[in-house]
C-alpha cells in the first residue's frame, strides 16, 4: 500500500519563486566548506509529530487526514512503520528519532508493553536494512503516561523511579539493537510546581543516580551511543530543572556527568527560556557539549512551545554558524521537531513543511559558510577586543597585572575613550549576505 500516493521523490530543482514539492536550495551532494550538504545537516525527522500528531490542541479534536487513521493499536503501529519508510525514502532525510510510545502502544504490564516494542523495532530493523536512514536518537517517553505526575527520576514514588529505570534500560537495549547514534533524556515533567511539597535537592540527586546508573548500564551492554539531554525552561512543570543550557551544565559539572552526557539544544525550548538558539548554542559549544539539534522555531505572539517548522532566515543562518563554528555536530544532526500548523491537514503537508524547514537550513548553511570565510564577524570582533592585545589589556589576559597595578595605570588617566559596537552596520550587513545568497541566480 502506497500511504503517499500522490508524491514522487522530492528532488533538488533549483531556485524557483513558488514553492513547490521539490527542494530549492537543498541540494544534498552540493559541497559547501568541504563536506556535502547532507553530511553538514544530518536533517532527522520526529516520528511523534510526522506520524503520530494529530492535529489536536487544548480547544479541539484532531483535524489531520491520515491514511491510517482508522486502524488502532498494534495494527496502527504497524501501518504507522510502513508509511513512515515510504515518508522517509521520498524526502530523502538521512535519520528519523523517535520516542519508545511513539512506535509502540502501552500493554497493561511493562513486560507486554516491551514485547509490543520487541515487534515494532523488529519490523523497523528490517526496514532499515534496504533503506539508507539510520537512528538519529531514541528515547523514553515518561511524561505522558500519569505514572508519572509527579516525574520520573525525580518523582518522590520509589516504584516510578524504578519503572522509570526499566524502561530507559529497555531504551538502551532498542538504541543498540537499532544502532542509534545517540541517546536523549529529556525530562518532560522533571521539575515541579511548589518547594512547599519539594526535596528539591533530593529530587536532584536522584536524577543525577539515575544518570550514572544509564552511564553504566551502557558500558555493560556495549552502547556507545553518545548521551544527550535535552533542556527545557517550563511546560508542563513550572521549575523544571533543566531549564536551559546553562543550568543544564551546572546540574553535569556538579555530579560528574560532563564526561558523558552533550546537550541536544531545541530553538522553541531557547525561546521560552528567554533566549536566542543561538545564544543556547554558543554556551554549549563554549564548554564543549554541543550534541545535537532540534530543529523548529515557536511564536514569538505565544507563550508556549509551538513546534513550527522553522522558516526564518535569519534564525537558521545564526545557528549554522554556530554549528560550523563548532566543527559541526558530530554524531548529533538536525532533527525536526516539528509539525505542521492544525490547519496544514493533508498528507502532503508534512512534505511541504520538511521541505520548507530543510530549504531554509540548506540557505542558512550557505550563508553562515560565506560569513565565515570572509571573516565578516570575526573581523569586527578581533578590533573590538584589541585593547588587550597590547599594553595593559595584554597585562590582564597574561595574568601580570593586579589591582594595585591597574589602580596605578588608570588613577590620573582623564579620559576613557569606547569604540561604537556597530550593531545596526553588522545587521544590515547580515541582510546582505542573506538576500545575496537567496537571490543570486535567476528564479522560474
Not at 537543498?26 to 532527522?44: C, Q, T, W
Not at 545535537?292 to 534564525?315: I, R, V
Amino acid at each position: 500500500m502506497a500511504y503517499f500516493p500522490n508524491v514522487s521523490k522530492i528532488n533538488y530543482s533549483g531556485k524557483q519563486l513558488k514553492s513547490d514539492l521539490s527542494f530549492n536550495h537543498y541540494n544534498p551532494d552540493e559541497i559547501v566548506a568541504g563536506k556535502s550538504m547532507r553530511d553538514h545537516l544530518r536533517f532527522s525527522v520526529a516520528y511523534w509529530h510526522t506520524l503520530t500528531q494529530d492535529g489536536s490542541d487544548p480547544f479541539g479534536v484532531g483535524t489531520t487526514i491520515r491514511p491510517w487513521n482508522h486502524l488502532k493499536g498494534m495494527d496502527l503501529a504497524k501501518a504507522r512503520v510502513e508509511a513512515a519508510f515510504e515518508f522517509f525514502e521520498k524526502l530523502g532525510n538521512p535519520f528519523f528519532c523517535f520516542h519508545d510510545r511513539d512506535i509502540a502502544p502501552e500493554g497493561d504490564t511493562l513486560r507486554e508493553t516491551n514485547r509490543n516494542l520487541d515487534e515494532i523495532v523488529s519490523m523497523i530493523k528490517e526496514y532499515m536494512k534496504t533503506s539508507n536512514v539510520k537512528l538519529l536518537w531514541n528515547t523514553a517517553n515518561m511524561f505522558t503516561n500519569p505514572r508519572f505526575v509527579h516525574g520520573a527520576a525525580s518523582s518522590c514514588n520509589a516504584d516510578v523511579f524504578a519503572y522509570a529505570a526499566a524502561q530507559v534500560k529497555k531504551g538502551l537495549e532498542v538504541g543498540k539493537e537499532l544502532g542509534a547514534e545517540n541517546y536523549v533524556f529529556w525530562g518532560g515533567r522533571e521539575g515541579y510546581e511548589t518547594l512547599l511539597n519539594t526535596d528539591m535537592k533530593f529530587e536532584q540527586d536522584n536524577i543525577a543516580r539515575f544518570f550514572h546508573m544509564a552511564v553504566d548500564y551502557a558500558k555493560e551492554i556495549g552502547f556507545d551511543a553518545q548521551f544527550l539531554i535535552e533542556p527545557k525552561p517550563k511546560e508542563p512543570t513550572k521549575h523544571q530543572y533543566d531549564f536551559d543550557a546553562a543550568t543544564t551544565i551546572a546540574f553535569l559539572k556538579t555530579y560528574d556527568l560532563d564526561k558523558h552526557f552533550k546537550l541536544n539544544l531545541e530553538a522553541n525550548h531557547a525561546t521560552l527560556a528567554g533566549h536566542t538558539f543561538d545564544h543556547e548554542i554558543r554556551v554549549a559549544s563554549t564548554h564543549g557539549l554541543l550534541g545535537s539539534l532540534d530543529a523548529n522555531q515557536g511564536d514569538m505572539l505565544l507563550g508556549w512551545d509551538t513546534d513550527e517548522f522553522p522558516t526564518d532566515l535569519y534564525a537558521t543562518t545564526l545557528t549554522m554558524y554556530e554549528v560550523l563554528k563548532n566543527g559541526g555536530l558530530g554524531r548529533g544532526g538536525l532533527n525536526f521537531d516539528a509539525k505542521p500548523r492544525r490547519s496544514s491537514f493533508m498528507p502532503e503537508d508534512l512534505f511541504y513543511a520538511h521541505i520548507a524547514g530543510m530549504d531554509s537550513y540548506a540557505l542558512g548553511l550557505k550563508v553562515a559558510n560565506r560569513l565565515i570565510e570572509d571573516r565578516v564577524f570575526d573581523e569586527f570582533i578581533e578590533e573590538r577586543y584589541s585593547s588587550y592585545q597590547q599594553g595593559v589589556g595584554a597585562d590582564i589576559v597574561s595574568g601580570k597585572a593586579d589591582f594595585k597595578s591597574l589602580e596605578n595605570y588608570i588613577i590620573d588617566k582623564e579620559e576613557i575613550v569606547n569604540q561604537s559596537g556597530r550593531l545596526e552596520k553588522l545587521k544590515n550587513t547580515l541582510n546582505h549576505y542573506i538576500v545575496q545568497e537567496a537571490y543570486q541566480g535567476t528564479f522560474a
